[in-house]
């Protein structure tokens, strides 16, 4: 072998440490996409190839807009590192299957361009790109943005509304009819034959996907947790019939509570920086979904809880910050 | 264990390519230069001339102040010349090059055979302070001052840091393997020094073999050998306190605050070698290692040899490497070239392939977390690099307790965007102080 001559190449100089991890932004965006895909798929299965190509579209037209933001403003392009595929396979999970495909890449042209780089992109929004996606088409079609699919959801019934809206307009026993009965309401929430937004109806894959997240360390499990379980509590103490009648099961279930305590909640960088911070935030955040649930006009309050949630995250990071070692004794 | 530290991380240890191989004295060098200024504190000046005879021991450079350290020739030879060199951390210092004469001949009167037992704490101190003898951790502290606190500090507690938990050095584990002797009496005379009967080892448990052989050379002693968890920065002098004796060192304190003083295990070696054969620092074991390196190895190396010597007798590079470090991995400085002299806190000399320090382009913070979770320090590490971007160097000393931070490199370690956190922190600090001073000079 020849001999290394060391003055051939300039040695590298910097800061101290000079070994890193090997995580990586890529790696925890890539991996979060991984663990959604099985509802994703599911819901592109249930709901048909129109859900599928929503899919496609809100997760390509998210991808082309970063890469004409970037090239606009002459920013490293970072389309690879899956943030912006990321955020468009989110908004689109949380749309019904039957939305026009234009509508999603509108939707994705406000979560990337506006609710992301003109925050300063990534790391720098406020709020979670994806809901602000889906709260603007929220405002923007609603007729559309509540128009579910026709799906049979018992042998004699035929539905085009969602669990939490037969709840809110028809109440609990005629919910239960529908599905023929409270088991099968519950085997169809966890599986997800269900009527909802594409990617919102499996609780089981969606739970598993979180799962794997808590166990790749990508997310606390305090905060699908706590959220999850204050809307049981809440729901289940403010029942329909007086005191600790309501059903704790299936509202931790129905709408986009899975999906958004285990994706959208934990979101890193929309949310506290500390856990104790982020425990506030999922109960804040489990509240207000309970609040608006239960009071509010519309029938599902995940994403608009996720929101205000994410406005007061400043200030939550303000008080619950670490304590310093040395500081007791 | 219940009194770990939070936080902290876990790199991969990387100590197999030297954990199982002796200490091998490597030959003498053609020449040596010797820095004045090896330690933390004041410079000594030289007190030899150009063209000067000096053997093996001579004092060549003298302390004047009371933090600073004494330095000694470390070969029998000629000085050849007293200019400024490069030197790892300052740039250039002044130091004493002598040429080797091949006799490798001590001073008289070294070595001496001493009954450490009959004498008294001040004349152990004495001998400690005229041997030169600093932190060989890599800190540098002069240990006669550790060794000396002010009257209303009161110890109670030894504690010997043989953590070693930078990734790659296996200098102090090797010592403990095979010169456990030294280290224990090296550890009675510091106590007895310092007038305290209890101490402590504590010792990383991927070191179990070095955990058994010092329990053993402890047995029926007032010294208790812990075998404690492997968790980057466990070597840190107030993680290791916190996790042997449960006592967190206060904000901007030092160990005596809380009783207890930390020596290395290098230093309490040395310690035995002055206080029993009259020899003072001139050598010590470094770790030469990392994918770049022929053959890593640990080498009982003298003050002054560059590092080239060092590399060349572990055959020379085996590729290019992309980086040197001086000191472990975590907390080491980067060199820019291997004409550098060994000083007393080189703990290790590592030579990095393409690759291996997996360095990647900085991004913006994604608020992810990481960093503050491994921070053994309880701060924002997140919030200190983003007010450093934005030159608020005030408010992160003021409301994010800046200074705080030990720069152990926790969160630059985790963090996924890679982002140099603890340059931001050295820049912030540094402005600070740039300040302060400048605040100083105009009172004046």
């Given at each position: 072998?020849a001999?290394?001559?060391i003055?051939?190449?300039?040695l590298?100089?910097?800061?101290?440490?000079?070994?890193?991890?090997?995580?990586?932004?890529?790696?925890?965006?890539?991996?979060?996409?991984i663990?959604l895909a099985?509802?994703?798929?599911?819901?592109?299965?249930?709901?048909?190839?129109?859900?599928?190509?929503?899919?496609?579209?809100g997760i390509?037209?998210?991808?082309?807009f970063?890469?004409?933001?970037?090239?606009i403003?002459?920013k490293p392009?970072?389309?690879?590192?899956g943030?912006?595929?990321?955020?468009g396979?989110?908004?689109?999970?949380?749309?019904p299957?039957?939305?026009?495909?234009?509508?999603?890449?509108v939707g994705?042209?406000?979560?990337?361009?506006i609710?992301k780089?003109?925050?300063?992109?990534?790391?720098?929004?406020i709020?979670n790109?994806a809901h602000?996606?889906?709260a603007a088409?929220?405002?923007?079609?609603?007729?559309?943005m509540t128009?579910w699919?026709k799906?049979?959801?018992?042998?004699?019934?035929?539905?085009?509304?969602?669990?939490?809206?037969?709840?809110?307009?028809?109440?609990?026993d005629t919910l239960v009819?529908?599905?023929?009965?409270?088991?099968?309401?519950?085997?169809?929430?966890?599986?997800?034959?269900?009527?909802?937004s594409?990617?919102?109806?499996?609780?089981?894959?969606?739970?598993?996907?979180g799962?794997?997240?808590?166990?790749?360390?990508?997310?606390n499990?305090?905060?699908?947790?706590?959220?999850?379980?204050?809307?049981?509590?809440?729901?289940?103490?403010?029942g329909?019939s007086?005191?600790?009648?309501?059903?704790p099961?299936?509202?931790?279930?129905?709408?986009?509570?899975?999906?958004g305590?285990?994706?959208?909640?934990?979101?890193?960088v929309?949310?506290p920086?500390?856990?104790?911070?982020?425990?506030?935030?999922?109960?804040?955040?489990?509240?207000?979904t309970?609040?608006?649930?239960?009071?509010?006009?519309?029938?599902?309050g995940?994403?608009y809880?996720i929101?205000?949630?994410?406005?007061?995250t400043?200030l939550i990071?303000?008080?619950?910050?670490p304590?310093k070692f040395g500081?007791r004794? | 264990?219940?009194?770990s530290?939070?936080g902290?991380?876990?790199?991969?240890?990387?100590?197999s390519?030297?954990?199982?191989?002796?200490?091998e004295?490597?030959?003498?060098?053609s020449?040596?230069?010797?820095?004045?200024?090896?330690?933390i504190?004041?410079?000594?000046?030289?007190?030899?001339?150009?063209?000067?005879?000096?053997?093996?021991?001579?004092v060549?450079?003298?302390?004047?102040a009371?933090?600073?350290?004494n330095v000694?020739?470390?070969i029998?030879?000629?000085v050849?010349?007293?200019a400024?060199?490069?030197h790892?951390?300052?740039g250039?210092?002044l130091?004493?090059?002598?040429?080797?004469d091949?006799?490798?001949?001590?001073?008289?009167?070294?070595?001496?055979?001493?009954?450490?037992?009959?004498?008294?704490?001040n004349?152990l101190k004495?001998?400690?302070r005229?041997a030169?003898?600093v932190?060989?951790?890599?800190?540098?502290?002069?240990?006669?001052?550790?060794?000396a606190p002010?009257?209303?500090?009161?110890?109670?507690?030894f504690?010997?840091?043989?953590?070693?938990?930078?990734p790659y050095?296996?200098a102090?584990?090797?010592?403990?393997?095979e010169?456990?002797?030294r280290?224990?009496t090296g550890?009675?005379?510091?106590?007895?020094?310092l007038?305290?009967?209890?101490?402590?080892v504590?010792?990383?448990?991927?070191?179990?073999?070095?955990?058994?052989v010092m329990k053993?050379v402890?047995?029926?002693?007032?010294v208790?050998?812990?075998?404690?968890?492997?968790?980057y920065?466990?070597?840190?002098e107030?993680?290791?306190i916190?996790?042997?004796?449960?006592?967190?060192?206060p904000?901007?304190?030092l160990?005596?605050?809380?009783?207890?003083?930390?020596q290395n295990?290098?230093t309490?070696?040395?310690?035995?070698?002055?206080?029993t054969?009259?020899?003072?620092l001139?050598?010590?074991?470094?770790t030469?290692?990392?994918?770049?390196i022929k053959?890593?190895?640990?080498?009982?190396?003298?003050?002054?040899?560059?590092?080239?010597?060092?590399i060349?007798?572990?055959?020379?590079?085996?590729?290019?490497p992309?980086?040197?470090?001086?000191?472990?991995?975590?907390?080491g400085?980067?060199?820019?070239?291997?004409?550098?002299?060994i000083?007393k806190g080189?703990s290790?000399?590592?030579a990095?392939?393409?690759g291996?320090?997996?360095?990647g382009?900085?991004?913006?913070?994604?608020?992810?977390g990481?960093?503050v979770?491994?921070?053994p320090?309880?701060?924002?590490p997140s919030?200190?690099?983003?007010?450093?971007?934005?030159?608020?160097?005030?408010?992160?000393?003021?409301?994010?307790n800046?200074?705080?931070?030990v720069?152990?490199?926790?969160?630059?370690?985790?963090?996924?965007?890679?982002?140099?956190?603890?340059?931001?922190?050295?820049?912030?600090?540094?402005?600070?102080?740039?300040?302060?001073a400048?605040?100083?000079?105009?009172?004046?």
């Open positions: 072998m001999e290394i001559n003055n051939e190449k300039l590298t100089v910097s800061t101290s440490p000079h070994v890193r991890s090997e995580e990586s932004i890529s790696k925890i965006m890539w991996t979060v996409n663990a099985p509802a994703a798929l599911f819901g592109a299965y249930h709901f048909g190839i129109h859900a599928l190509i929503l899919l496609l579209t390509i037209s998210a991808v082309l970063e890469y004409l933001v970037q090239k403003r002459k392009i970072t389309i690879s590192d943030s912006a595929f990321l955020t396979l989110l908004l689109t999970m949380c749309v299957p039957t939305l026009p495909y234009y509508m999603a890449a994705s042209f406000i979560a990337i361009v609710a780089h003109s925050m300063g992109g990534l790391g720098y929004n709020f790109p602000i996606g889906r088409l929220m405002v923007s079609w609603p007729v559309a128009t699919s799906m049979t959801t018992s042998v004699d019934v035929v539905s085009s509304a969602t669990p939490l809206n037969i709840l809110k307009q028809q109440g609990y009819n529908t599905f023929g009965g409270a088991a099968n309401m519950y085997q169809a929430l966890l599986i997800g034959n269900r009527n909802g594409i990617g919102e109806t499996s609780t089981i894959l969606l739970v598993l996907g799962l794997f997240l808590i166990y790749k360390k990508y997310i499990w305090q905060v699908p947790v706590i959220m999850m379980g204050t809307v049981g509590i809440l729901t289940w103490v403010f329909p007086g005191l600790f009648t309501g059903d099961i299936f509202h931790m279930m129905a709408g986009g509570l899975v999906i305590a285990f994706f959208m909640a934990t979101d890193m929309t949310i920086l500390t856990r104790k911070g982020q425990i506030i935030f999922a109960l804040g955040c489990g509240l207000l309970t609040l608006i649930r239960l009071k509010g006009g519309y029938p599902e995940v994403c809880s929101l205000l949630m994410n406005a007061v400043p990071d303000r008080l619950c910050t304590i500081a004794r | 264990m219940a009194n530290f939070r902290g991380v876990h790199p991969n240890d990387r100590k390519y030297t954990a199982n191989k002796p200490i004295i490597a030959p003498l060098p020449k040596v230069i010797i820095p004045v200024r090896q330690h504190g004041a410079p000594c000046s030289p007190v030899v001339n150009k063209g000067d005879e000096v053997k093996k021991g001579q060549i450079a003298k302390i004047d009371f933090v600073s350290s000694h020739a470390s029998s030879g000629k050849i010349d007293i400024d060199y490069p790892p951390t300052f250039k210092c130091s004493v090059v002598i040429e080797n091949g006799q490798d001949q001590w001073i008289e009167g070294i070595p001496v055979e001493r009954d450490w037992q009959n004498l008294d704490s004349s004495s001998i400690i005229e030169g003898i932190g060989m951790g890599g800190a540098t502290f002069p240990t006669h001052v550790k060794l002010p009257p209303e500090k009161k110890i109670d507690t504690i010997l840091n043989a953590a070693e938990c930078e050095l296996t102090d584990h090797r010592m403990m393997l010169e456990s002797e280290i224990a550890v009675k005379i510091v106590m007895k020094a007038g305290v009967t209890k101490g402590y504590g010792i990383e448990n991927n070191k179990m073999d070095a955990v058994e053993k402890f047995a029926g002693s007032d208790e050998v812990v075998a404690v968890p492997t968790k920065p466990q070597g840190a107030k993680m290791l916190k996790m042997m004796v449960n006592r967190e060192v904000s901007g304190g160990p005596m605050d809380v009783g207890v003083v930390v295990v290098g309490v070696a040395a310690i035995c070698d002055a206080v054969q009259g020899i003072p001139i050598q010590r074991v470094t030469v290692s990392g994918k770049a053959e890593p190895k640990n080498l009982l190396l003298r003050i002054g040899s560059t590092y080239e010597d060092a060349a007798v572990c055959g020379g590079f085996s590729s290019q992309e980086k040197i470090i001086s000191g472990g991995p975590m907390m400085f980067a060199v820019s070239s291997i004409d550098l002299p000083m080189t290790g000399i590592l990095l392939a393409e291996e320090a997996n360095t382009t900085e991004s913006p913070c994604i608020r992810c990481r960093c979770d491994a921070c320090m309880g701060l924002n919030m200190l690099s983003i007010l450093a971007q934005k030159d608020l160097y005030e408010e992160a000393k003021e409301d994010f800046l200074l705080d931070c720069e152990c490199g926790s969160c630059v370690y985790a963090c996924p965007a890679k982002r140099n956190i603890v340059q931001y922190i050295k820049y912030s600090k540094a402005q600070n102080a740039a300040k302060a400048a605040a100083k000079a105009a009172k004046k």
